[in-house]
């Protein structure tokens, strides 16, 4: 058990909808980092924040936006969602502040099926 | 940017032989490196990680890894696989500064009874 957590751990629902997911961070942890998992694009960083602003983005699309909260919880938010959005997406966090290096503990994932 | 290569999609051994996954990287100055494993169903955990200093890594479950500058390597090895070590293993390099590592494809290891 890392110590992330992630909810739902499934979530199904159809085309041109919008869902949210949710993701708690190790205890004491600043950072989230949200990561899509797709069997034609592999492991992709979506975005990063640290102690509630945004830090870093990586391939995210418009349609997708998150936030993380004053108690460090994070939701990342996918509207208009089309069939190519069904995937695994991980949560991860860290907690050493902003300097390099330092691993990332992943949550167990939340499976998007978009019909 | 940094960038990094797993040569292998699926790798298969038999339960009892030695293993190892290649891992080839691309960032100009000294990286951080990271393995991952990902069971079926579950999140990514930590194997072993590299930041400085002794270039053998020890991690857990018995998987060491060696950073080879003149190579560009980072290969994870186990020297006798157990059978619930079929899984997906990610190898990740990040950088200094605002750290976001980016991830190989992953290697499936199947192991043969």
């Known amino acids: 058990d890392s110590g992330v957590t992630q909810t739902p751990k499934h979530l199904i629902t159809a085309t041109g909808q919008r869902v949210t997911l949710r993701c708690s961070p190790r205890?004491?942890?600043?950072?989230v980092y949200w990561y899509q998992q797709s069997l034609d694009q592999g492991l992709q960083f979506l975005i990063q924040?640290?102690?509630?602003?945004?830090?870093a983005k990586g391939n995210i699309l418009e349609r997708f936006s998150a936030q993380q909260f004053p108690d460090l919880h994070s939701e990342l938010n996918l509207s208009s969602l089309e069939l190519g959005d069904s995937a695994l997406y991980f949560c991860?966090?860290?907690?050493?502040?902003?300097?390099?290096?330092?691993?990332?503990?992943f949550g167990p994932g939340t499976r998007l099926t978009v019909l | 940017a940094q960038s990094v290569t797993q040569p292998d999609i699926h790798i298969t051994v038999s339960e009892g032989a030695s293993l190892e996954l290649r891992c080839n990287y691309s960032?100009?100055?000294?990286?951080?490196l990271f393995w991952y494993v990902q069971s079926p169903g579950q999140g990514l955990q930590l194997l072993l990680k590299?930041?400085?200093?002794?270039?053998l890594v020890q991690g857990i479950k018995g998987f060491e890894a060696e950073f080879k500058r003149s190579q560009s390597s980072f290969n994870l090895r186990k020297p006798s696989v157990h059978w619930s070590d079929a899984a997906e293993y990610f190898c990740?390099?990040?950088?200094?500064?605002?750290?976001?590592?980016?991830f190989g494809r992953g290697t499936s290891l199947i192991v043969h009874p």
């Open positions: 924040y640290y102690n509630g602003e945004e830090r």
């Open positions: 205890s004491g942890d600043l950072s």
């Open positions: 990740a390099v990040g950088a200094g500064g605002s750290y976001i590592p980016t």
């Open positions: 960032y100009g100055a000294t990286p951080y």
């Open positions: 590299y930041f400085s200093g002794d270039t």
């Open positions: 991860a966090s860290s907690g050493q502040g902003l300097a390099g290096g330092h691993e990332q503990f």
